[in-house]
């Protein structure tokens, strides 16, 4: 599904990613695990186009796609839930959710309509079928339709940066750090939720998580990132056993 080779980037004359190379399969939910300040999130933001691409190659459904602008990736299906969740705090939730649906559709068009009134009506036919199949899918967000994102809980405001990725409906959705400052009944509540996500819709995750249990319930295969580097794969069962996951990052 997305094949990413030789990676570098970096921030300015800071180099981090030194040609990491690793790929996703569809339909696989792909860990990324390393300490901090070795590449995971600036992996992501590459990969997304927040962060230019050095060197390297990233394809993406059989299409080179590292010269493209971030917009053009989300319109091809990437999805991405930043850390820290950076959802919009003035807007209300659902003002939060329509913006999530813009990368996808390229704006508001009406398919063709010529007339003002026939333009209006087709782009909030859009966005209302976006907000429904998306409450259908977090339910518990109805209730704050109208509430700034930025008088919502932590855990509120984790769902609903997942929940604005996926009004895109990307084919592959980009996770950095989902559980950090989250309580546990609601990192448990989340790991249900993308489970069955991936199953109804055929979802690909590519998740960059230090939690274990978490990443160790989702995640099929799990990569460790060293100095900008992919290295080994750790297998699952080890995901159980903190001192063995460390022992597979000292040994990178």
């Not at 459904?61 to 919009?88: C, D, K, M, N, S």
């Not at 997942?162 to 409906?169: E, H, I, N, S, Y």
């Not at 995640?219 to 990132?225: E, H, K, S, T």
């Amino acid at each position: 599904m997305m094949d990413v080779a030789e990676l570098v980037s970096g921030y300015g004359r800071i180099g981090v990613l030194r040609g990491a190379s690793f790929a996703v399969v569809r339909g696989e939910c792909l860990g990324i695990l390393g300490h901090n300040g070795m590449g995971k999130t600036t992996l992501l933001r590459t990969i997304m186009g927040l962060l230019a691409c050095q060197s390297g190659r990233i394809r993406f459904e059989g299409r080179a796609i590292e010269r493209l602008a971030t917009h053009q990736r989300a319109r091809l299906g990437l999805g991405y839930v930043p850390q820290g969740r950076q959802i919009f705090p003035a807007l209300t939730v659902r003002e939060n959710l329509l913006f999530g649906g813009i990368a996808k559709s390229g704006g508001a068009k009406s398919g063709g309509a010529k007339s003002g009134d026939a333009k209006s009506g087709g782009a909030k036919s859009g966005a209302d079928d976006i907000l429904a199949r998306i409450l259908d899918d977090f339910p518990e967000l109805k209730r704050l339709l109208d509430r700034p994102g930025g008088a919502l809980s932590g855990g509120e405001q984790q769902l609903l940066a997942l929940a604005r990725a996926l009004c895109g409906k990307p084919r592959l959705l980009l996770l950095d750090e989902p559980t950090e400052g989250i309580q546990p009944s609601i990192i448990a509540a989340m790991s249900e939720r993308l489970h069955d996500l991936r199953a109804r819709y055929g979802l690909s995750i590519l998740l960059v998580e230090q939690n274990l249990d978490f990443i160790r319930g989702l995640a099929n295969r799990a990569l460790l990132i060293h100095r900008g580097q992919i290295g080994r794969e750790i297998p699952p069962a080890a995901l159980a056993d903190p001192t063995l996951v460390e022992e597979f990052i000292a040994a990178v």
